[in-house]
């Protein structure tokens, strides 16, 4: 399932149907936080997950009045996992910290799941600007949505790391994965428990400063070895099935 018309980031940021918990996995990204929490929508919560910076990330984002989270265990899913952690919030967001993605177009997400319009949404990267998403990376990620597609029928086109939930469904997925294949066991294990899961377009800008994983072709490999692995492991045990009179 998937929305092709592009959201208006330069419109004004409407109130979304209930506030949410945004968790924003961080490594070294000092040069983008405050314009990124800036985004943040009114009456939300930021949790910056500190994944071993050290270049003041975590001293900056609270002084900002982020809620920091420090993971010691480095890894994409490990900071993501223990933001979901210590979210409370009914809905959770994901979105990256260092200026690629817009956190203020998340209402849009959480209302479309609070209207009962799907239970897992993901934004669809669409890169603006020179430099927004190299080609390795891009060709890696069109292999693994074709995959995943294989794997669970979904037709995705993007396995990108902005996306809401409600939270009891993403805690009862049991996701174990705590590197670069979290994103993708989080829509694989939905999928496996029948939730509904779709994508919306998002605008995707040059990230500032280096990319930890897609920013080069080894990082995008390890990503891909990741992501692979998730796929080959068999339909997981998650407790998320809901019946519609739950909805």
């Given amino acids: 399932m998937t929305d ?24 070294d990204e000092a040069a ?29 984002a609270r002084s900002l009045g982020a809620t920091v989270v420090r993971e010691p265990q480095r890894g994409f ?14 809905f959770v967001c994901f979105c990256d910290c260092d200026g690629s993605l817009d956190p203020a177009l998340l209402p849009s997400f959480v209302r479309r799941i609070a209207d009962g319009e799907t239970d ?67 829509v694989v294990r939905a999928a496996d428990a029948g939730l509904r899961v779709a994508e919306t377009d998002v605008p995707y800008l040059a990230r500032a400063g280096k990319s930890k994983v897609t920013g080069t072709w080894r990082g995008t490999w390890h990503a891909v070895r990741d992501m692979r692995a998730v796929l080959r492991q068999p339909p997981g045990r998650s407790t998320a099935v809901r019946t519609e009179a739950s909805r």
């Fill in 4 to 27: 092709s018309s592009p959201p208006d980031s330069t419109a004004p940021r409407a109130e979304a149907a209930a506030p949410a918990d945004v968790v924003l996995p961080c490594l």
């Fill in 32 to 60: 983008a936080l405050p314009g990124v929490l800036e985004r943040i929508p009114p009456g939300w919560r930021a949790i910056v997950v500190d994944n071993g910076s050290t270049d003041g990330s975590a001293e900056l």
């Fill in 77 to 90: 899913g490990a900071a993501c996992h223990a933001g979901l952690l210590a979210a409370t919030a009914e």
């Fill in 120 to 186: 897992l949404l993901l934004g669809r990267r669409r890169p603006e600007g020179r430099g927004a998403w190299p080609l390795h990376a891009r060709a890696g990620n069109v292999a693994l949505a074709r995959m995943l597609r294989r794997r669970t029928g979904l037709r995705l086109h993007d396995l990108g790391p902005m996306r809401a939930g409600r939270r009891d469904d993403l805690l009862a997925l049991g996701l174990t994965d705590r590197r670069s294949g979290y994103p993708l066991q989080m």
